[in-house]
């Protein structure tokens, strides 16, 4: 029986290499599927590449959802691409050689899902903090189900979907460019599915904010509203999240916050512009998370 087929993009800047390489190992060790790896270097030549790898190198940071684009291209040259495309962070661990395996075992069992997420926990196997997972119920970190959104550093999509919206958000650079994601595959008519009994492990870091984050976040929740919805919700997410930036806001970043607000407004209409049907605002909100939440 034919194995089945799953592709792997990496990103790398060369910056954590002691991480990068137990991740590669982990990833090198996964049986029962037919892989093939994709290492991208984002502004750098990759100093770890795996036998048999494809593999590229960009002359500048192009960010991580283009970065990711590009790996994704990447598998096309050689011939068809795989049914599924996993994308992996180069310091997140397969814990056992089963995940892959066991992601598209999900993947058969909701073939309604276009995307499978794995849990996210720390390196004991069970710490899994509350914005690692993808749906708001997130202090039960333990029970399966449907989500909205998606951890973007540990997912596994099937490539005919991923192809037929586009792929990530290239011009996010970073940040919510997995809403945006998880938004247009619902357009499709497909859901994602949180496997939360299969776990990968990543190290616990400190969610520190500082100037650039509060400057794209607040840019990229802009457009991820222009582009994505129905023209009568896009004030009433917005206004939201500038609620939500504010009180946040208190703490510091208010004025790069701002300045994100003006940039994403004022660049909104460069943005390809594709918004859901009612049926899909419907859909989320039986689901748990309406668009503008």
């Given amino acids: ?3 089945p087929s799953v592709d792997v993009v990496i990103l790398t800047m060369n910056d954590r290499p002691e991480e990068e390489s137990k991740a590669l190992d982990s990833l090198m060790a996964q049986k029962g599927v037919d892989l093939t790896i994709g290492v991208v270097g984002n502004g750098c030549i990759p100093d770890i590449v795996p036998q048999g790898a494809l593999q590229i190198s960009l002359p500048e940071n192009l960010g991580i959802p283009e ?5 994704a291209k990447l598998f096309k040259e050689p011939g068809p691409p795989a049914e599924f495309i996993f994308f992996l962070d180069n310091d997140a661990i397969f814990p056992t050689d089963d995940v892959l395996i ?11 899902a276009a995307y499978i997420q794995p849990r996210l926990t720390g390196p004991d196997d069970e710490t899994t ?5 993808p749906r708001l119920r997130a202090s039960e970190p333990a029970k399966p189900g449907t989500i909205t959104t998606m951890t973007e550093g540990v997912v596994m999509v099937r ?28 357009s499709l008519g497909c859901n994602g599915w949180y496997a939360a009994g299969i776990r990968m492990h990543h190290p616990i870091t400190s969610p520190a904010r500082h100037a650039r984050f509060y400057h794209l976040a607040a840019r990229n929740r802009v457009w991820v509203a222009y582009r994505n919805l129905p023209r009568p919700l896009i004030p ?52 748990g998370r309406p668009p503008i939440i």
């Fill in 1 to 3: 029986m034919r194995k």
């Fill in 67 to 71: 970065g990711r684009n590009v790996g």
């Fill in 102 to 112: 066991g992601l598209v075992a999900e993947a058969r069992a909701h073939p309604e």
């Fill in 129 to 133: 903090p509350r914005r690692w997972v």
């Fill in 159 to 186: 490539r005919k979907e991923f192809d037929a919206v586009g792929g990530w958000a290239g011009e996010f650079f970073l940040y919510h460019e997995g809403i945006d994601l998880a938004w247009k595959l619902w």
């Fill in 236 to 287: 009433l997410y917005l206004g939201l999240w500038i609620a939500v930036t504010a009180l946040r806001s208190r703490s510091g970043g208010g004025r790069e916050s701002l300045k994100g607000l003006r940039e994403g407004w004022a660049g909104r209409r460069r943005q390809q512009r594709r918004p859901m049907s009612w049926r899909t605002v419907l859909r989320l909100t039986k689901a």
